[in-house]
């Protein structure tokens, strides 16, 4: 086992983590900081595999990840706080006027 | 000949046609002189026809009416003495029937669509009558039933008269379903739908097929023919104006069912189970129809019922295989019969539509002389006595049951015979207390005076009167010094069989004890219905008033109908409408539709608008997904 | 080098187009009305107009984008859809007051999102076309402020979209992880392809496409954000971003080896049926029309898949599926259309006329937005004489021609059920009797231009779908 | 020339749709356009009779129309469909008279649906490419849904809805089997085709038939209608405006039945010829059991209605049979039942217009009243009920006489059917025509309109009752090409 599966498998904790987060958290904030932590297990497991394949290209991605992930948290956060701002709650599962 | 048969047969329905497109816009004055016209222009036809064809057998063809292959269907002719013999009766009884009807009509609104209908019954009759090909025949046959629902039910304000008329036009048809069987099974066997060849190729048909040819056809003739068990629409039919009654009694309707068993005689003589059958069916109905005649109130119900007695006999014949008797009775029995409709018609219009033959009595006689003695005639004709047509005829077919073998026959003979005295005994109940004694009710004699029927009315009745008694010149038996024309001119019938010498002492043995029999029959009828009479009387007291009732109902057959047939029909298609069609099957359907909708309420809970429960179902599904990948993993 | 660029010359008008009208906006303060309009059209068209007209050859940019005819195809297809969204937004935006640079920009680059998604040959590409749709459309939903309902629907697709796509990005880090490569096809056919983790990576990736094309059990989303959503947005939302994203999974399964695909195609089956099923049965007691809608889209994203079950092989299936596409595009956007333009004279102009007892007898009120929309649920419906009826046989031939027989039966089930909640719509607009008439909006040129179009294009499709088939044979070859 | 005037025929009432939709604020002018468009239509059928019989052949046309899927359009004209079409034609331009009046509210809309689905029904008699039949078997389907759905009577939506599901399931199914039976054929020739001329070449497993041949089966037994699929027609019927109970009973039932013998015999010989028994069976069913729950109905319109899937339960056990005499009778009776029973809805639709009701109940007594309205209604029950001299019995003769030839117990029972008939029939005479009249209201009998309207009928009933070897004539040759085809393919398949 070399190195690189021990980072894929850190990676997939860290995935593991992240959808718990997203799953069990009822808060907006912690759940966007659940999908972060996804994302950077993703970027974990690609710097695992670039090492695996000693290519590049997975170590280039990270980087677009990171800059995704940044505007997906700035979208986010402003989208949040503006509903919080409407309806004073943070809380995920009061948004449930649509439904059925 | 081909233009003299068909404006033979056109002639009544362009008179028909004439009143239905352009009755209501001509005066009453041409619609009656044209329906006339027609039907008597018709019988100088038939005159011409009959004269020119000397007894030949002629088919023609007039045109096709449509053929696939070879179910080709010809509106053609078959002019034989048969057919030439019944197409005088009927034309010549019909023509007197429309001169007559033009008075009794006088004051009625509906003129136009009864002389409309009247035509089109003489040429639906006419069609019967010379159809060579089965299909051609059925049109007549329809339209007769048709016209006949029409006739029956033309007072339709009333809706008894309606339901009269359905009534007979229903039961009519159950008998045409056996009628078109027996056309799928001609076609079936002889790939042709003319009688002449399947007449001629009759002798390839096997015993069994023959009988099932005969009661097929026995069942069609009953319905048209008032036969047991479909006889229970004849009575009511009286609901129709009495000139109706008297063409469909006499000369047209009734006798087409006979008529049919005369013309295809041949498919079913071989066997003799059908003859039996016939013959039963016809003395049942001689003595049923007997029997209901004699306790009826109603001066028309005794006629129809004495009708169905008397169609009765001519099936006999048939049966007995003497179809010259049952053609000779038919004839005798279209005038007298005719005869007696009329001057009940003349009875009837003079009281103001009174019925009821405890309203009448001698003032009839006093006032309406010339309607009195045709009665009479009539009657004595009915009831056999001799000389009349009604005596010759009717002997001719008690000689034929009695000679034809078979201890059965015997029976059947005594049967008749016994009905003969019945026959006697109701007609001139009818007669004493229509034209005698004093009327039950009095109290009403002041307010209704007896108007005098219009000339045209009572004129019809001689030359009937007069044939009703003298007809029996057309086939007197050897014995009483007649050549037997009728016999002579039928000859060539087909299955007109000669029946050899009748022994002489048969002959005149059965002569003396009609006449004897009807002699006895009028004078019980004396004392018991005379102006002094026992039971002149609308019922009769204590115990014999159940027997009284059975006989005025007709052994309650018609109530039988009703509870038995009828009422479980229409019950039954409520029940299929209501609880099969619309509670099974539809609200079955909606159920399954509705299924639908109870999934989709369920599914529609899942989603709930909650985030939570969506994050919860976006891994559960990468889970699943993971688990199917593993599954195809692991089995591949 | 030079044809490099041409190749992305379209995905460059759009995004210039893009940051041109997000500097209109910050600089030019007193423009003349509809400048941002006009500019996003423009954009629109004239990229549709260099996909179209200019070839360029070969993948360009080391195989990142492909410049192939198929995926210039698509991007023409975006181009139309976005702007028959323009046309049908132009009102309806600046009666709701959100017609600004952002709502404009944003539509172009959501567009070249689809572009980049559709036409991407490496997991990057398509993962940075996905994410560039995906928050434009976070903020495309909840841009009509004042609304509480498209806040909220902002808000849960953000959540559940960010969610997938880090899924989806988890996924492709683990195929490439497994195999290697980051070349789309090149990672599907892989020779050490058959490990569990590449499994787990293919996995993924199918969970993050299911969520973008709402395909049951990842469907949840989809009726709350487009009941919630502006209806033109919506609109765009279920066509567009679907579109691109089914162009994606057709290179998917038409490059991925035959081992893989026989580990796929059983996934995708069982998706296509439950996608059937669940959207059409559930689809029958909506009584909000945008609901309805969504139920209706994610049971036509069914069909479609279905039908990509059947496009490996002779091309009929890729056909069907492209065709179905573009029929799709167009029919959907009509309904939504209609709902956008029933809605402009709304009350407070805040939510959309949504609910069908509003709809009643709304084809006499306004013949034309009615006619369309009745027009489009025909089409939705699979009948006759609409594009929509043609397609659907098209896609039921694939599948029964591929043999896919017991799913074209549940397909088949499936449109009989979804017959009824479409005709249910139909009789409610021609069969009810008018509610009280609301005081009508001047609709605009735009509006009615985009409606007459679509509905010409529908029937059009329906009659004379020849010449799309032929062009679609072509770029297949 | 001849195949541009099929095409003509075809698309000339929907371009005259188009052309009365642009008329929408003229009622007036949207009636005579429709007049001129139905009776231009009828003009150029009766044009195409003639040339039909001066010389007769089969006319064809067929052009490419979708490549991809080796969709032709493709038109042939044989005696059969030049019966239908000009039937058609007939009935619509009864129809825009019969909506003359009665129609008031979105006159243009209502035309512009009738003459599509005149389009629609007459592009099916004629289409020869299976795809062009699918697409006009749907076509027709919905105006008519929109006829009921919108100038229907009280419960018309939940009616139209009906009728449209029950329609659809059908065909949805045919479809499926529609592509099964091309695909199969793919398969085997290599050619993806449409036509069923050479789909018919197709073989198939004795399994995989029965399965297709269920499916079309199904979407034409909904049509026609069969037991036990019949409940939408009823329903249908009785909230339909006049126009489209005639529309309905006239032509969309017939494309059932033109269906079934077109396509589902010859193409599925096998299976047809052992689903004879079953469709004896569920033809008997409907002819008894149409007529016996007629007799229960108090609504005129459904009484017809029900009647209707009697007689289509004879015309169905017309077609089990699959004899010369029997399949020529089945087919005449098509055009008589169109006829006969349109005629019956047009009556009923004008009884109530005038007295406000269907229910026979507040019928009664109309012969007094109007007695020209009432003679019509009588000569076209007797013609329902089979009088000799009126067309129904030709066809019903036929039917049952050649019955025999096959199956002789299926005649006899057929021929008790008649008396069903009749007591339904007779009943609601009497209801409506006869007895008291119910009001003092005077009702105006009928006025020029209406009565060419039924004299029209009334004189093709006649006609066909007296004359109808020109029609049989029309029928001969195509009927012998059916029974010759899938003769030939029962014993290439060992049957």
């Not at chain 3, 959309?352 to 937005?369: H, I, K």
């Not at chain 4, 019966?83 to 006159?107: D, E, M, Y």
Request: overall charge neutral.
């Amino acid at each position: 086992m070399a190195v690189y599966g021990q980072v894929i498998l850190l990676g997939m904790m860290l995935f593991v983590i992240g959808g718990a987060c997203v799953l069990i958290r009822r808060n907006l904030i912690m759940i966007l900081i659940g999908v972060e932590i996804m994302l950077n297990a993703a970027g974990i497991v690609f710097i695992a595999a670039s090492l695996r394949w000693g290519a590049l290209d997975g170590q280039a991605f990270v980087i677009f990840i990171m800059a995704v992930a940044a505007a997906e948290v700035a979208v986010g956060l402003a989208l949040i706080v503006y509903c919080q701002g409407r309806s004073g709650s943070i809380n995920a599962d009061t948004y449930n006027t649509l439904k059925g | 000949m081909k233009p003299i048969l068909l404006l033979l047969m056109l002639f009544p329905l362009l008179g028909g046609l004439f009143s239905a497109l352009f009755g209501r816009r001509v005066s009453r004055w041409t619609v009656e002189r044209v329906a006339c016209a027609g039907v008597i222009l018709s019988f100088i036809m038939a005159l011409i026809a009959f004269d020119s064809s000397g007894g030949k057998h002629q088919i023609i063809t007039f045109f096709t009416w449509f053929q696939v292959a070879d179910f080709s269907v010809l509106m053609d002719v078959r002019f034989d003495p048969l057919a030439a013999f019944m197409a005088l009766t009927v034309t010549f009884v019909s023509s007197l029937i429309h001169i007559y009807s033009v008075g009794y009509m006088k004051h009625d609104e509906g003129y136009v669509r009864y002389f409309c209908y009247l035509n089109l019954f003489v040429f639906s009759m006419l069609v019967i009558t010379l159809a060579d090909n089965l299909v051609f025949l059925f049109l007549g046959w329809e339209g007769v039933g048709f016209c006949s629902y029409g006739l029956i039910g033309f007072w339709y304000k009333d809706m008894k008269n309606a339901s009269a008329g359905r009534k007979a036009f229903l039961l009519t048809r159950i008998g045409d379903v056996a009628f078109g069987i027996a056309i799928g099974l001609f076609f079936l066997i002889f790939n042709s739908l003319s009688i002449t060849y399947i007449n001629g190729h009759a002798d390839i048909l096997t015993p069994g097929t023959m009988t099932l040819f005969g009661l097929l056809l026995l069942w069609a003739a009953a319905g048209k023919s008032a036969q047991l068990p479909l006889s229970v629409w004849l009575p009511d039919a009286m609901a129709g104006p009495t000139p109706v009654s008297a063409l469909i009694h006499a000369a047209t309707m009734v006798t087409a069912g006979v008529y049919l068993l005369m013309r295809l005689f041949p498919v079913f003589s071989g066997s003799a189970t059908a003859m039996a059958f016939i013959a039963v069916a016809g003395t049942l109905t001689a003595f049923y129809g007997a029997c209901a005649a004699l306790m009826q109130g109603d001066i028309k119900r005794v006629l129809a019922y004495s009708t169905i007695s008397q169609l009765g006999y001519m099936f006999l014949a048939v049966g007995a295989g003497n179809i010259t008797a049952g053609m000779f009775h038919l004839v005798t029995h279209a005038f007298f019969k005719a005869l007696l409709f009329l001057a009940a018609g003349c009875v009837i219009h003079a009281l103001h539509e009174e019925q009821n033959i405890f309203r009448m009595g001698k003032k009839l006689r006093l006032a309406l002389p010339g309607v009195y003695w045709p009665f009479l005639a009539g009657a004595a004709a009915l009831s056999a006595l001799p000389p009349t047509a009604g005596f010759f005829s009717k002997d001719e077919i008690l000689i034929s049951t009695f000679l034809h073998a078979g201890i059965f026959y015997k029976f059947l003979w005594f049967i008749a015979i016994l009905t003969a005295a019945l026959t006697a005994l109701y007609t001139f109940r009818l007669f004493f207390i229509v034209f005698t004694g004093e009327s039950l009710y009095y109290e009403e004699e002041s307010e209704k005076s007896v108007e005098k029927p219009p000339p045209n009315m009572i004129a019809t009745l001689w030359p009937l009167g007069v044939l009703a008694i003298f007809a029996g010149l057309l086939n007197l038996p050897a014995g009483w010094g007649g050549g037997g024309w009728l016999s002579e001119y039928f000859l060539n019938i087909p299955g007109a069989a000669h029946h050899g010498e009748i022994p002489h002492s048969v002959e005149n043995g059965m002569a003396i004890a009609s006449a004897v029999i009807g002699i006895f029959g009028i004078i019980c009828a004396w004392f018991l219905y005379g102006p002094k009479g026992l039971l002149r009387r609308p019922d009769l007291p204590g115990a014999w008033g159940g027997l009284f009732d059975l006989l005025r109902e007709a052994f309650y057959l018609d109530w039988l109908y009703r509870r038995y047939i009828a009422w479980p029909f229409e019950k039954m298609a409520d029940i299929l409408w209501n609880r099969v069609d619309r509670e099974g099957i539809d609200r079955g359907l909606y159920s399954f539709a509705n299924t639908f909708m109870l999934f989709s309420q369920i599914l529609r809970e899942w989603t709930s608008g909650r985030l939570s429960g969506y994050l919860f179902m976006l891994f559960m599904g990468l889970t699943v997904i993971l688990c199917l990948l593993a599954i195809n993993f692991s089995i591949l | 080098m030079q044809s490099d660029w041409i190749v992305i010359l379209p995905h460059l008008f759009l995004a210039g187009g893009g940051l041109l009208i997000f500097c209109i906006g910050a600089f030019w303060k007193n423009r003349p009305d509809g400048t941002l309009f006009i500019t996003a059209l423009l954009s629109a068209g004239a990229a549709a107009v260099e996909a179209l007209a200019f070839s360029g050859s070969g993948t360009p940019f080391a195989g990142m984008v492909s410049g192939d005819s198929f995926s210039r195809f698509f991007i023409a297809l975006f181009c139309g859809i976005s702007v028959i969204t323009l046309l049908f937004s132009r009102r309806y935006a600046l009666h709701r007051r959100f017609s600004g640079d952002e709502f404009y920009g944003l539509i172009l680059f959501a567009t070249l999102g689809m572009a980049l998604a559709a036409g991407a040959t490496h997991w990057a590409i398509l993962f940075l076309g996905v994410e560039l749709l995906s928050i434009s459309l976070y903020i495309l939903i909840a841009i009509h402020k004042s609304s509480q309902a498209a806040n909220e629907a902002g808000i849960k697709y953000f959540i559940m979209g960010s969610a997938a796509s880090a899924i989806l990005l988890f996924g492709i880090a683990i195929l490439y992880a497994s195999t290697g490569e980051m070349g789309i096809v090149e990672s599907l056919n892989a020779p050490d392809s058959r490990n569990p983790l590449f499994l787990l990576g293919l996995g993924m990736v199918i969970t993050g496409f299911g969520f973008k094309i709402s395909l049951v059990p990842f469907h949840l989303w989809t009726p709350d954000v487009y009941q919630g959503a502006p209806a033109p947005v919506a609109g765009f939302l279920s066509t567009g971003s679907k579109i691109a994203m089914v162009a994606a999974l057709l290179r998917i399964v038409t490059g991925a080896s035959p081992p893989v695909w026989e580990v796929i195609a059983p996934v995708i089956w069982t998706l296509a049926a439950l996608t059937i099923i669940v959207g059409n049965l559930t689809a029958l007691v909506q009584d909000h029309i945008k609901r309805l809608l969504a139920y209706s889209s994610i049971a036509q994203m069914g069909y479609l898949l279905m039908a990509l079950l059947a496009s490996r092989g002779d091309g009929a299936g890729a056909s069907a599926v492209i065709f179905y596409s573009v029929i799709y595009a167009f029919m959907d956007l009509g309904a939504f259309g209609a709902v956008s333009l029933v809605s402009l004279g709304e009350p407070m102009a805040r939510a959309d006329r949504d609910s069908l007892t509003a709809y009643r007898g709304l084809g006499y009120e306004y013949p034309f937005a009615g006619a369309l929309l009745a027009v489009s649920l025909l089409s939705l419906a699979g009948l006759p004489p609409t594009g929509g009826f043609i397609g659907k046989f098209a896609l039921f031939q694939a599948a029964i021609g591929a043999d896919y027989m017991a799913i074209a039966v549940i397909g088949i089930i499936g449109a009989i059920i979804s017959i009824y909640y479409y005709i249910k719509v139909i009789a409610v607009l021609y069969m009810r009797p008018t509610r009280v008439p609301t005081p009508h909006t001047f609709p605009g040129f735009s509006g009615p231009v985009a409606c007459a179009s679509i509905f010409a294009l529908i029937v059009l499709m329906g009659i004379l779908p020849g010449s799309l088939l032929e062009v679609i044979a072509v770029i297949l070859s | 020339m001849i195949p541009l005037l099929l095409s003509a025929i075809i698309f000339l009432p929907l371009f005259g749709g188009l052309i009365v939709l642009a008329f929408s604020r003229y009622p007036d002018r949207c009636r005579w356009i429709s007049l001129g468009i139905t009776g231009a239509d009828l003009f150029l059928v009766a044009n195409l009779l003639v040339q039909f019989i001066q010389n007769p052949g089969a006319i064809t046309v067929d052009l490419l129309w979708i490549e991809t899927f080796g969709i032709r359009y493709a038109l042939a004209l044989d005696g059969i469909s030049l019966l239908l079409i000009l039937l058609t034609a007939f009935l619509t331009l009864l129809c825009v008279l019969v909506s003359w009046r009665s129609i008031t509210k979105r006159v243009a809309a209502f035309h512009f649906f009738l003459l599509l689905s005149q389009t629609g029904v007459i592009g099916l008699f004629l289409a020869t490419d299976l795809f062009l039949f699918y697409l006009f078997w749907e076509l027709q389907v919905i105006p008519l849904f929109f006829l009921i759905g919108i100038w229907g009577h009280s419960d018309r939506v939940h009616a139209a809805i009906k009728f449209f599901i029950f329609s659809i399931t059908g065909s949805l199914l045919m479809l499926i089997a529609l592509i099964g039976v091309v695909m199969i054929h793919k398969s085997q020739t290599g050619e993806v085709s449409f036509s069923i001329y050479a789909l018919n070449t197709t073989l198939l497993t004795a399994k995989t038939e029965g399965w297709l041949y269920a499916a079309f089966l199904l979407a034409f037994a909904i049509k026609i209608p069969l037991f036990p699929v019949h409940t939408w027609l009823p329903d249908a019927h009785t909230e339909a405006p006049t126009a489209g109970s005639v529309i309905l009973a006239g032509l969309l039932l017939k494309t059932g039945m033109y269906g079934l013998f077109r396509i589902g015999f010859p193409l599925f010989p096998g299976a047809a010829h052992n689903s004879a028994s079953v469709l004896l069976i569920l033809g008997f069913i409907g002819l008894f059991y149409g007529a016996w729950i007629a007799l229960a109905q108090q609504d005129m319109k459904r009484l017809v209605a029900y009647s209707s899937i009697s007689h289509m339960g004879l015309m169905v056990i017309g077609l089990a049979l699959w004899n010369r005499y029997t399949l020529s009778g089945s087919i005449l009776q098509m055009i008589n039942h169109g006829l006969v029973t349109s005629a019956l809805f047009i009556l009923v639709g004008m009884i109530d217009e005038r007295i406000g009701s269907r229910q026979m109940e507040k019928a009664g007594g109309l012969w007094r009243k109007m007695p020209l309205l009432s003679g019509f209604f009588l000569l076209f029950a007797m013609a329902s009920v089979g009088l000799p001299g009126l067309n129904n019995f030709v066809g019903e003769i036929l039917i049952l006489a050649g019955a025999f030839k096959t199956r002789p117990w299926v005649g006899a029972l057929g021929f008790v059917g008649i008396v069903f008939t009749l007591v339904y029939t007779l009943r609601l005479i009497q209801e409506v025509l006869f007895g008291e009249p119910k009001t003092d209201d005077p009702y105006p009998d009928l006025s020029l309109r209406e009565t060419a309207i039924l004299g029209a009928i009334a004189i093709v009933v006649i006609f066909i009752g007296l004359h109808p070897d020109p029609l049989l004539n029309l029928l001969e040759g195509p009927v012998g090409e059916l029974l010759g085809g899938t003769k030939n393919l029962l014993t290439l398949q060992g049957y």
